[in-house]
């Protein structure tokens, strides 16, 4: 949800409605990383073929694929907890 907000521009928004997230973002992110962002967008849209849009959606699938690892791990367990 956080990196939504970057690709679609809409940092200002984060900051105002979910300022917990934004926090979160900021340390996830990294302040300069953050605000970088913030600053180049200016509430448009990240361009696909810029940088930042291609960092933040690597980002996106690293996260992705830990959930993903970490639900398989968790199903495993649950399941050798019931048999």
Known sequence: MVLDYHLRGEQAILEKEHSELAEKAK???GYELY????AKAQGKPL???SD???KIVSMSDELNMK???E???YSKHLKDFIR
């Open 27 to 29: 340390k996830y992110l």
């Open 71 to 73: 639900l398989s791990h």
């Open 35 to 38: 605000y970088e962002l913030s």
């Open 52 to 54: 930042e849009f291609k």
């Open 47 to 49: 361009d696909p073929d």
């Open 67 to 69: 959930f993903h690892i």
